[in-house]
């Protein structure tokens, strides 16, 4: 048998929401905020410009600010950014939160914890194995990949550990693309899993997965999307 993929299947990691703010906040101490409706907050000061994302306290309602500009020149600002931030474009709300330059300089982290979801993409048929999963991240969301095939495939992890091939540490938590190979299974006589084999859908450890039921008779992808 061949060692090349014959089929090639593309999956999703992509956000279902902004995710939390782990950042304590000043007044009840608790430790989570939220973007809210997505607001900017712009101060003027001649030629120079300040601009802060603004959150809530999830338990107390309370607002903070977090420093995306400070004393900026207004030239030096893309006219396009600085007409999303008055307007509190969503899009450039998304795009700030998600920089890790202002978790850095505001020292929080994100809470991916139900904000995301993994587009499953699959056809198991006759064809030979092995099969090449392709998985892209449309989002910067933090998972193990190890946990993610096995959410995806229903297999258990000493499954995936034993029958999937990859040169990104499979134990390691990513926000980047990375191929895996899924081999037979040894122990089955047949080139193709079972039913108890894969595509049993199974909780999610990391956040909100949304698994479409794995289609055993429809045709494979081959690297079209």
Same mark, same amino acid.
């Given at each position: 048998?061949?060692?090349?993929?014959?089929?090639?299947?593309?999956?999703?990691?992509?956000?279902?929401?902004?995710?939390?703010?782990?950042?304590?906040?000043?007044?009840?101490?608790?430790?989570?905020?939220?973007?809210?409706?997505?607001?900017?907050?712009?101060?003027?000061?001649?030629?120079?410009?300040? =601009?802060?994302?603004? =959150?809530?306290?999830?338990?107390?309602?309370?607002?903070?600010?977090?420093?995306?500009?400070?004393?900026?020149?207004?030239?030096?600002?893309?006219?396009?950014?600085?007409?999303?931030?008055?307007?509190?474009?969503?899009?450039?709300?998304?795009?700030?939160?998600?920089?890790?330059?202002?978790?850095?300089?505001?020292?929080?982290?994100?809470?991916?914890?139900?904000?995301?979801? &993994?587009?499953?993409?699959?056809?198991?048929?006759?064809?030979?194995?092995?099969?090449?999963?392709?998985?892209?991240?449309?989002?910067?969301?933090?998972?193990?990949?190890?946990?993610?095939?096995?959410?995806?495939?229903?297999?258990?992890?000493?499954?995936?550990?034993?029958?999937?091939?990859?040169?990104?540490?499979?134990?390691?938590?990513?926000?980047?693309?990375?191929?895996?190979?899924?081999?037979?299974?040894?122990? &089955?006589? &047949?080139?193709?899993?079972?039913?108890?084999?894969?595509?049993?859908?199974?909780?999610?450890?990391?956040?909100?997965?949304? &698994?479409?039921?794995?289609?055993?008779?429809?045709?494979?992808?081959?690297?079209?999307?």
């Amino acid at each position: 048998m061949s060692s090349q993929p014959h089929i090639v299947l593309p999956w999703i990691v992509r956000r279902t929401r902004l995710p939390l703010l782990s950042l304590r906040c000043a007044h009840c101490r608790t430790g989570s905020a939220t973007t809210g409706d997505g607001r900017f907050r712009v101060n003027a000061n001649g030629k120079l410009l300040d =601009v802060w994302l603004l =959150v809530r306290c999830v338990a107390c309602d309370r607002t903070a600010k977090l420093t995306v500009h400070e004393r900026m020149p207004v030239r030096s600002i893309d006219p396009d950014d600085l007409h999303g931030y008055r307007v509190n474009d969503p899009e450039l709300v998304a795009a700030r939160l998600l920089d890790p330059r202002l978790a850095h300089r505001n020292r929080f982290t994100l809470d991916w914890t139900g904000a995301w979801r &993994l587009d499953v993409r699959s056809a198991w048929t006759d064809e030979p194995w092995p099969v090449q999963v392709d998985v892209r991240f449309e989002d910067p969301v933090p998972v193990r990949p190890d946990r993610l095939i096995a959410d995806g495939l229903g297999l258990s992890r000493n499954e995936v550990l034993r029958r999937t091939k990859s040169e990104t540490t499979l134990s390691r938590p990513t926000s980047t693309d990375f191929t895996f190979t899924v081999m037979p299974d040894p122990r &089955l006589s &047949l080139g193709r899993p079972g039913p108890a084999a894969v595509g049993r859908p199974v909780p999610d450890r990391s956040g909100e997965v949304d &698994l479409r039921k794995i289609i055993r008779d429809s045709h494979p992808s081959t690297g079209r999307t």
